[in-house]
């Protein structure tokens, strides 16, 4: 849980949620890793690209169904 973890952005995102990000655009989230600072979100971009973002600067939000 986000208390255990310390991270509440964590449980914001989950793999298969779609996103939006400013810049590249919407994607789906593949995976999360690390906790705090180093929490990292990999999303995979309908242009076809991938990226590993920061959750934590990243401008990513997520898109309701």
Avoid: C, Y
């Avoid at 298969?16 to 990292?40: C, I, P, Q, W, Y």
């Amino acid at each position: 849980s986000a208390a255990q973890t310390g991270n509440a952005v964590e449980v914001l995102f989950a793999p298969g949620d779609r996103v939006g990000h400013k810049v590249f655009g919407t994607g789906t989230v593949r995976e999360l890793n690390g906790s705090g600072a180093g929490a990292r979100i990999t999303i995979d971009f309908d242009n076809g690209t991938s990226k590993v973002l920061s959750l934590l600067i990243a401008p990513v939000t997520k898109l309701e169904d």
